[in-house]
């Protein structure tokens, strides 16, 4: 009996999960909304932002907010400071209390991703001297 429970707790957790690939450029900026919990390293960028937002449910009957609206609320915040994405997005629990009422925090760093040019003149070339 025991062993049968353990065999469906696994399933339904999905305790050894198919690991994923690594968010890209290219998938990030595809996306609806350009937030990733991983950094992107194919692509160079500057932090314009460290962006955090507490989020609270409507009421205290409305259920918890979803990642979903985690992720609107920082890319807002990303946005509002003229960022092209929301990178390192990190989703913190506050304890029991904090889940009693609801509250989330979510905290990411808003970037700009630089031009050709930019990486360039970061690297002491100028358009010139390709």
Same mark, same amino acid.
């Given at each position: 009996?025991?062993?049968?429970?353990?065999?469906?707790? *696994?399933?339904? $957790? !999905?305790? @050894?999960?198919?690991?994923?690939?690594?968010?890209? #450029? &290219?998938? +990030?900026?595809?996306?609806?909304?350009? =937030? /990733? /919990?991983?950094?992107?390293?194919?692509?160079? #960028?500057?932090?314009? %932002?460290?962006?955090?937002? !507490?989020?609270? %449910?409507?009421?205290?009957?409305?259920? @918890?907010?979803?990642?979903?609206?985690?992720? !609107? &609320?920082?890319?807002?915040?990303?946005?509002? *400071? &003229?960022?092209?994405?929301? =990178? @390192?997005?990190? #989703?913190?629990?506050?304890?029991?209390?904090?889940? *009693?009422?609801?509250?989330?925090?979510?905290?990411?760093?808003? =970037? %700009?991703? +630089? /031009?050709?040019?930019?990486? $360039? *003149?970061?690297?002491?070339? /100028?358009?010139?001297? %390709?």
């Amino acid at each position: 009996m025991i062993g049968t429970v353990l065999v469906a707790l *696994a399933t339904i $957790q !999905n305790i @050894n999960p198919t690991p994923t690939q690594p968010t890209t #450029y &290219e998938t +990030l900026m595809a996306s609806r909304v350009p =937030v /990733t /919990t991983e950094d992107i390293t194919d692509r160079p #960028y500057r932090v314009v %932002k460290h962006v955090k937002r !507490n989020v609270r %449910k409507a009421t205290l009957l409305s259920g @918890n907010p979803s990642r979903t609206k985690l992720e !609107n &609320e920082l890319w807002e915040r990303g946005r509002a *400071a &003229e960022a092209d994405a929301v =990178v @390192n997005a990190r #989703y913190i629990d506050d304890g029991v209390w904090a889940r *009693a009422q609801g509250a989330s925090f979510v905290e990411g760093d808003a =970037v %700009k991703f +630089l /031009t050709s040019e930019e990486v $360039q *003149a970061l690297r002491g070339l /100028t358009p010139s001297t %390709k």
